[in-house]
């Protein structure tokens, strides 16, 4: 487990603040998840990390939006000009949608991004809302989940009936979109920030940017579900079109396949 910061600058308290405020206002179906990506995302600051920044102004695309955490992390604290936060599954949209209504900055889309624009199905985990996603896999899901609960000092039994409940799936129809068709149609001429969260699908984000869109973007980063082949393509990719790349996985995510990646320019 990690190591919690001692509280006391400005930037800490700040950062305290925010995380009550979404505490007290963020809808979200389970109060133990919201809190788990409270702490990931604005105390620990898990995508603001080896260079990675979010400075006043920029636009930012938020890939995997979920309930707005990120999203009004990045427009809150950070003073982002502008979140386009992208969701495809209904019931997850509509609880992003009543989170981001009272931030104008941050802009709702009904729809995910992937390699080709297209009406698609995605899976639906309804007690797992972060693990949803076109690669859901239930049975692939559930032992990886039971791992980290292990990793995080849960014994066999508990990381067993802990997630013997959760991972009941079910099918609902979805647009997907390429980036380069997000920055066409809504008119956008440079992304400061691309974060990704898309539960295996990250590859296809990075295949549905073209050539001529790539100098627009400026920093990628989020989480990779990827296998070590998957990751390698992945920073690969990134690295042909000069970004500098670091992957890191957390204690808790160990025997999984899911790391922190961060890309800059260089």
Known sequence: ??????????????????????RRTVRHPNYAHLNAQIIEIVEERSYLQHGVEVVPGDVVLDAGANVGVAAIFFAVECQAGVVHSFEP?????????????????????????????RSDTIVYYPDLW??????????????????????????????????????????????????????????????DLLKLDVEMAEL???????????????????????????????????????FDVAVTQEPSMEGTPVHLFYAVRG
């Open 130 to 191: 972060a693990l949803s996603g076109s690669y859901a896999d239930p049975d692939a899901d559930r032992p990886r989940l039971a791992r980290a609960l292990r990793n995080l000092g849960a014994s066999e039994e508990q990381a067993t009936e802990g997630t013997k409940e959760l991972f009941t799936a079910t099918e609902l129809p979805c647009e997907l979109r390429t980036v380069s068709d997000v920055l066409r149609d809504e008119g956008i001429d440079r992304v």
């Open 204 to 242: 296809d984000v990075l295949k549905g940017i073209e050539d001529e869109d790539w100098p627009a973007i400026r920093q990628v980063a989020g989480e990779l579900h990827l296998e070590e082949d998957g990751r390698g393509r992945f920073a690969a990719m990134l690295r042909e079109r000069g």
């Open 1 to 22: 487990m990690r190591l919690k910061r001692k509280r006391g600058t400005p930037a800490e308290a700040t950062a305290e603040s925010t995380a009550e405020m979404l």
């Open 89 to 117: 599954i209904e019931p997850i949209f509509a609880a992003l949608t009543e989170n981001l209504r009272p931030f104008p900055n941050c802009i709702p889309h009904h729809y995910g991004l992937s390699d080709a624009s």
